[in-house]
Nanobody
Framework: QVQFVESGGGLVQPGGSLRLSCAAS????????MGWYRQAPGKQRESVAR???????SYADSVKGRFTISRDNAKNTVYLQMNSLKPEDTAVYYC?????????WGQGTQVTVSS
């Protein structure tokens, strides 16, 4: 069983930046594709970014060009650099394996984009 601890969220003004971290423990992190997901109030959880075992990223259209996903297999950590944030990016952000979330969700980290 892999456990995830997300951090780095907060309140930021439109156009601002945040860097999220997700630390994984209890499993072979380096063997999995990893993804960042988000869930806004009243909406389903959605995948916004994912990274292969080798580090190749891909993104949802809604964040392409603004978000950057990366991973450090030595630290069992995946990151999400978020730039040019918009109010519609407001959500709780989670990490898990991709494309199928295999492990229990962590507590997530709240990102609020507001002036």
């Amino acid at each position: 069983q892999v456990q995830f601890v997300e951090s780095g969220g907060g309140l930021v003004q439109p156009g601002g930046s945040l860097r999220l971290s997700c630390a994984a423990s209890g499993g072979s992190f380096r063997l999995y594709y990893m993804g960042w997901y988000r869930q806004a109030p009243g909406k389903q959880r959605e995948s916004v970014a994912r990274v292969t075992v080798g580090g190749s990223p891909s993104y949802a259209d809604s964040v392409k060009g603004r978000f950057t996903i990366s991973r450090d297999n030595a630290k069992n950590t995946v990151y999400l650099q978020m730039n040019s944030l918009k109010p519609e990016d407001t959500a709780v952000y989670y990490c898990n394996t991709y494309p199928r979330p295999q492990w229990d969700w962590g507590q997530g980290t709240q990102v609020t984009v507001s002036s």
